[in-house]
């Protein structure tokens, strides 16, 4: 993974929008940059902004959607985005959020995330989806992240200090050996299984139970038995069902006529009650012959009304029409007469601003002079202080004067180091030839040593065998006893027995003394030999260690001076004739001089670009006075114009003036008492004639509504003579009588309705009272039993109680029977599965016992040791290149504890909390580089970006350390370092600067090289 570019937007005191694009210059040809700056200037904001895109969470704090202590103070939103490379794939990771109505002070509303290709693909905008999609894609979730490419401030120790339970979990955030615990869990989980499942199946077959021969035949008899009695009591129950099904038909038909028999009289009362709406009906006939000429008649007298209103209606907005005219007549005149005073107003306002604009032509004119005499002499001095050279010159001459200081303090520095390493090569070389003197004298010793102890050897094995011989005499001693002279002995049957005095006189006491002394004498020679063998091995231990470090030192050396030789070019006759202390002289002599060189340039470059500043500052003063000029000079003429405009406009508007006038005074209408509003002209034009239109056509609506008025009252008298000559010859005495008869329209639908269901229902009921006497009659003709029914149903409850219990018998049996089969090949599958259960069961015993437990500990930690003792192997590789001193090795009592080899005290074991700040700190960063290239075994770490820690370092440390990171800088990596110290600022020289606001609390990206 490889950061490409980032962007943040209003992130703490980095206020605004600022980008960092890596793949530009310089950071295309030095991937190894600083990002430099004074406290709380935002150095770590920028970190801080690559984690937000990422992982929508920062080292140092959380975001959520109702806390955001990132977002710049009075901000109402803030962004950040990462650009990154994944195996060739280049993706953008994007995170926001913002405040409720653009307001600084709203509610935080959800953050809105991203991940799209940078073709534009977009591939996730769901938080969630996005963090997996960024983990699978990376290989590194948040925690990995932090701990491989972005080692944040106070993160360097925290693996190097951690428990053993703290540093397992770092091993496992990082690696992935969780994995290891949950098979430890799941083979301790299924061996339990197994041994549970066998033990259920041993009791299944234990607990199967199967019939004897006898009991199979017994069985089968009693159920030929059951079967018979069964099917003569179901014979018998179906035939007393039958008759009681006969016996509720004949009941239910009984309740059915005599229904039927109530609801043919309920229907004739029915019929009784609705006589007199059905006669309302019967006199609606000769009424509705009549309707057609009442309501020709209403419809003419309603017509005749209507054209009444209408014509008063008609006469109201005739004249408010007139009104209407008259007042936007009256309106158009004053208006008018308004916009003449309003012309008259101008035109004097444009002689006004015509004059001030001649007075300020006047000035500026005096002012161009003042200027391009202020030109000229800033010119005059602009030559005096280049004297013949330009500023291009200058600063050419300014930055190679500085690159000859930096070359001259780097040469100083370089010869210090060297004066400085020349005396530790000389005390290496002095510890060298005293460790090789100490060693002559003990090569000796050893050979002394060695013979002795050959020599007590083999006298400790003479007298072994002496005393052993002595011991032997000495238990024959009650033997020599019972010897007597010239009797023969028992064991060789000789009659002389001449060594028996000799033998009573022996004593083991002395040789077993003597035996002790030379064992005593052999232990310390043994002791101080392998004292001599270890002083030994350690002189020559550290003799290899001190030829070790003199070629070291002389090759660094050698280095050093291939550095220094070009630095010198300048010096070389003095550098040969003058030792180091005239040479770090004459560089001091030469470091000041060009100091004072460079401070007086500088200063000269500063008067230089103040003067230069000051004539474009003259020169763009002088332009916008001639603009102004120019301007002036341009509104003078189109005010003379805006004048003649006026002048013409004044001649139209007093003859329309004349014309709305003559014809407001043509209406004969008092003066209107309204308020006179600015109404435009045109406006008013177009609404009068809109009005004038209204009048014609009212008007020409009044004649035409006049002769429908007469049109109209001949019609209704027409319509009245024939009305009363139908009423006078029809049977109604009068209109009330015909009105009483005549039914509206819902009560002739509801009565024909009524008569029609009255009829219907008749009929029906009639049909169903004859249909269900026939039905009694059949039934009654049948005469099944003379039982009633509950004597029946009181007979079926007993027969099925009897053929339950017989059912149930049967089934007893049957089942009895039929699994009495499955349970023999049951029982006999359980065997066979015994078995192969019994053989898992062993293989998972003997896993278990090897990787198994609840928690997963055993194998986990196995696997912990393992990945652990890698990382040291790998910090130890970054170790060799930082600090040669210290060597990282595994706790040999704790599987997952760390210590400290010190290589200059013989490999002696160190605890990790006595190494000094500046030594934790080597150590950390030689673990976090392990830790990334631990890491880069799964996915490929091209950036890391180092917080911190540089300022517990020495010169010479710091040095080796920068020189380490020179060199993944080197195999491609892109490394960012935030940092106060001077020596690395002036060593790296890519460097992101933070500038801070003077007191505005906000800060600015500058990028220099």
Partial sequence: MKILAVRLQNLNSLRGDWTIDFRLPPFDSASLFAIVGPTGAGKTTILDAICLALYHQTPRIKTSPTSNELMSRHSSECLAEVEFEVAGQGYRAFWSQRRARGQSDGNLQPAKVELARLDGTILAEKINEKLKLITELTG?????????????????AAFLNADANERAELLEELTGTDIYGRISEQVFSDARQQK???????????????????????????????KAQLSEQQQ???QQRQILQWRQHVTAAEQALAQSRQEVAELSAEQTRQQPKLARLKNHQ?????????????????????????QHQLQQEIKAGRIAQATLLWQGWQCLLADQQQAEQQQHKL???????????????????????????????????????????LRQQYQRQREGLYQLQQARRLLAQQQKWQQQLADVQQQLSNKQQQLAPLAEQLSTLRNRFKSLTEQISDKKQLLAQQQLIMQLSEHRVNLQPEQPCPLCGSTEHPAVSEYQQLDSSVAAKQLVEKEVELSRVQTEGEAARTRQVELNSAITQLQQQALAKQTEMDELQSQLQPLLQGLVDQAQSADDADLTQRLSELCEQLQQQLTATEQQLSQLEQQQQKLQQLAAEHQQTERRQTEITHQLALLSQQQQNLALQQATRSSELARWKTQWQALQHAEPKIAISEHDLADLTSRLQQQQQQMQRLEGQQQQLQHQLAQALTEQQQATQQWQQAIAASEFTDEAAFLHALLSDTELTELTELQQKLQQ????????LNDRQQRLDELTRQQLSSDCESQLQQQIQQLEHQVQQLTGQQGQLQHQLSSDKPRRDAQQSLLTEIARAEQQLTVWQRLNSLIGSADGAKYRRFAQGLTLQQLVVLANRQLQLLHNRYQLARHPSAELELQVLDTWQADAARDTKTLSGGESFLVSLALALALSDLVSNKTSIDSLFLDEGFGTLDADTLESALAVLDQLNASGKMIGIISHVEALKQRVPVQIKLEKQQGLGFSQIQISQ
């Fill in 236 to 238: 018998a129950l179906n």
């Fill in 286 to 310: 000769p009424a509705s012959k009549l309707a057609p000429l009442y309501q020709a008649l209403q419809q003419t007298k309603q017509r005749h009304q209507d054209l009444q209103a209408n």
């Fill in 140 to 156: 590194l979730d948040f925690a990995r992240f932090t701990k491989s490419m972005l080692l944040a401030q106070g993160s360097f």
């Fill in 761 to 768: 229902a008749e009929v029906a009921g009639n049909r169903l």
């Fill in 196 to 226: 549970t499942a066998l033990e259920l199946l041993q009791v299944k077959a234990s607990a199967t139970e199967l019939l004897s021969v006898q009991q199979q035949q017994a069985l089968t008899a009693e159920l030929a038995t059951v």
């Fill in 351 to 393: 002689s006004q601003q015509q004059q001030e604009l001649q007075q300020q032509q006047r000035m500026l004119a005096t002012t161009l002079q003042q200027q391009t005499e202020a030109q000229a002499d800033v010119k005059q001095q602009l030559a005096s202080l280049t004297q013949g050279a330009d500023a291009a010159t």
